[in-house]
């Protein structure tokens, strides 16, 4: 059941490294979000995938971080040369209705990432 | 300066109080209002969602938004330890994703 999956939960990487960060959205739902949070912040956006396509990319924070979606299912974040402002909780959200004005949004419990 | 400004607390209260949580906001484009509950270690999960200004009621929750002042309210009545968590406002204009405030942490203490 259930819910959005977030693989790892936790990951520690040394600076420089690059990282893969997996979301299993929920089955049959078309939308799916990529948000950060970091320490005391509220959640920033990063991508949105509509099926396979990811109309928005203007949160990305830079040309390090790229996102795919593949078969309308699972998600893949990754972020190459990995830096220390990157480490924070990344989460993932999936909707099942697109573009509904009261689209709900159900969250994953995130994978906490740590650059050293 | 942010466009969804949130008082980050923390904010402790006994069982049984009323509690009230706001944000304010800048950009009136925005046009749909949510708050959301996330417990240590888990993603947010939607508590209420409203379109218009006005009040919107569900159980001891009432989500409370005035467009006029940019300002929205969440209202907590009869809170429950098991209330303790971090409270986050969002909100969207036509784009789709959410802009959210920082969160305020609430302790209910039995």
């Known amino acids: 059941g259930a819910g959005v999956s977030q693989s790892p939960s936790n990951k520690v990487t040394e600076k420089g490294k690059d990282v893969e960060l997996r979301c299993d959205p929920i089955?049959?739902?078309?939308?799916l979000y990529w948000y950060r949070q970091s320490l005391g912040q509220g959640l920033e956006f990063l991508i949105y995938?509509?099926?396979?396509?990811?109309?928005?990319k203007s949160g990305l924070p830079s040309d390090r971080f790229s996102a795919e979606r593949t078969g309308g299912s699972v998600s893949t974040l990754t972020i190459q040369r990995t830096q220390q402002e990157d480490s924070a909780v990344y989460l993932c959200?999936?909707?099942?209705?697109?573009?509904?004005?009261?689209?709900?949004?159900?969250f994953g419990s995130g994978t906490q990432l740590s650059v050293l | 300066q942010k466009e969804v400004e949130q008082d980050p607390g923390p904010l402790s209260v006994p069982e049984g109080a009323i509690v009230s949580l706001n944000c304010t906001y800048s950009n009136s484009a925005f046009q749909y209002f949510m708050w959301y509950r996330q417990y240590s270690r888990k993603g947010p999960e939607l508590l209420m969602y409203?379109?218009?200004?006005g009040n919107k009621e569900d159980g001891r929750f009432t989500a409370q938004v005035d467009k006029s002042s940019k300002y929205i309210s969440l209202f907590i009545r009869d809170s429950q330890p098991s209330d303790s968590a971090t409270y986050l406002c969002a909100m969207r204009g036509s784009a789709r994703q959410l802009t959210f405030g920082s969160g305020t942490q609430l302790t209910v203490l039995p």
């Open positions: 995938f509509q099926g396979n396509s990811a109309p928005d």
């Open positions: 089955s049959g739902h078309t939308a």
């Open positions: 409203t379109y218009s200004s």
């Open positions: 959200a999936s909707s099942p209705r697109w573009a509904a004005t009261n689209e709900k949004l159900f």
